[in-house]
């Protein structure tokens, strides 16, 4: 339908483009002279502190920050190159972590980069998440950009989020990309923590922001069988085919730490969880022919490590019954309740029961229903509740990570939607 000249009219300008920051940047800082002076710098200033980082996931084995963006009020934006500061990384710039620990630190999607971030010695005291406050109230779009354009009427040029940043040098046009970046997380920032206000979750956004800060206060523990995320798992039937995935994923991971290259560069998942499909706990079992009918062991560069391949091969081969992995890990549970009906009958009925009430809830208090209470640990309450009080369920919530003010939330909820089930 042709629009008449009047609705043309009225059609709502589209929100001007930022395709620069305000101020020129500087170079970016890759000499610890530099650093020091940004430091001394910092140090007559106290206001909050917007800090943004770019990574190479899905290029390199290592999670680093291959660049670091910093803006005050009073000191304007500073590009860092942590990469070029030293011969082994991570950097230390803890110097620089202690001339920004009495301040607000701002970010967006604060749980990406903060691990990063710690890795150089830059931890918070304080936090503003922009990403997770605009989930606590319930905005319909949480992206910078979004955002950005929601609550400041403006639009963001938007176009490396997915580039290979480990690559030097750094183009021009990517590094106002990252200084963008932070360019407006502070007056966002303000206009959030207004909202949270307003709808009475300032405390509850302190809690999950504290809870981030102490989350990434201390290394991660190293996962148990890491392997078991490979991409198309659910395809294996045997123990036998599962010692191959792991042989090949241990391989490859090797190879890729070595390269400091991402695994999925090295050897696709598809490629792993394909070969050992078809394998059983006795029978053929497959032969050096089998990688070349494979697109993703054909592939470069993943046919040059054929004979690391061929090896992981012959030693999953090797491996006696008592050795194989358990098909299934300690909970039993599978990721989707819709696979639960054969084997916990009344795990689905707890979950028909326990989803919709928490639903309604989150409705209630005008939260999406995921930051209400985290997916993976309703199901773990669907699949094996700790018991039926309120004191049974509040623990297995707690020791599941949920913060204080989902509990007292959730709890009440989940105590009846049980009694309900019984």
């Keep these: 339908m042709t629009a008449t000249p009047t609705e043309i009219v009225d059609r709502p300008a589209e929100p001007p483009l930022l395709a620069q920051p305000a101020e020129p940047v500087g170079p970016v800082i890759t000499a610890w002279p530099a650093v020091n002076q940004l430091i001394a710098d910092l140090r007559s200033d106290t206001g909050p502190v917007a800090l943004d980082t770019e990574r190479a996931s899905g290029f390199r084995y290592y999670n680093w ?3 670091i963006q910093l803006k005050t009020a009073a000191t304007g934006i500073h590009l860092i190159d942590p990469i070029a500061l030293t011969d082994q990384p991570p950097a230390d710039l803890s110097a620089l972590g202690q001339a920004l620990s009495s301040r607000l630190w701002i970010l967006h999607a604060a749980s990406q980069d903060l691990p990063c971030l710690a890795e150089v010695g830059l931890r918070p005291t304080t936090l503003f998440d922009t990403e997770l406050a605009a989930r606590l109230v319930n905005r319909p779009r949480v992206g910078l950009g979004p955002l950005v354009e929601d609550l400041l009427d403006l639009r963001l040029l938007k176009d490396h989020g997915a580039s290979d940043w480990s690559i030097r040098p750094l183009p021009a046009d990517w590094l106002n990309y990252a200084a963008l970046d932070v360019e407006l997380l502070e007056p966002l920032y303000l206009k959030l923590a207004a909202e949270l206000d307003a709808q009475g979750k300032t405390e509850w956004a302190d809690q999950e922001f504290r809870y981030w800060i ?38 490859r991971d ?37 990688l070349n009918r494979i697109e993703y062991f054909r592939r470069k560069p993943t046919a040059s490590f054929r004979s690391v391949w061929l090896a992981a091969l012959q030693r999953a081969q090797e491996l006696p019954p008592t050795e194989w992995p358990r098909l299934r890990t300690g909970t039993d549970m599978p990721s989707s309740p819709r696979a639960w009906k054969r084997l916990n009958p009344e795990a689905t009925a707890r979950w028909a029961k326990l989803r919709p009430a928490i639903d309604h809830q989150a ?14 640990t309703l199901k773990h309450v669907a699949w094996r509740p700790a018991g039926t009080t309120a004191d049974a369920i509040e623990q ?27």
């Design 396 to 422: 297995q919530l707690a020791d599941s990570g949920a913060r204080p003010w989902q509990r007292q939330l959730t709890v009440p909820v989940i105590v009846q939607a049980l009694a309900d089930q019984t």
């Design 254 to 290: 090797q190879v890729a730490q070595e390269l400091d290259r991402a695994p999925g560069r090295v050897l696709n998942d598809r490629g792993i969880t394909e070969l050992a499909a078809p394998v059983r706990d006795r029978g053929p079992w497959p032969k050096s022919a089998d």
């Design 65 to 67: 920050a291959y660049l």
């Design 214 to 251: 102490d989350r990434t206060a201390t290394p991660p523990a190293a996962r148990e069988d890491p392997w078991r995320r490979t991409s198309g798992l659910h395809q294996i039937r045997s123990a036998r085919a599962l010692a191959l995935v792991r042989e090949l994923w241990l391989a």
């Design 363 to 376: 409705e209630t208090v005008n939260l999406p229903p995921e930051n209400l209470i985290q997916p993976d």
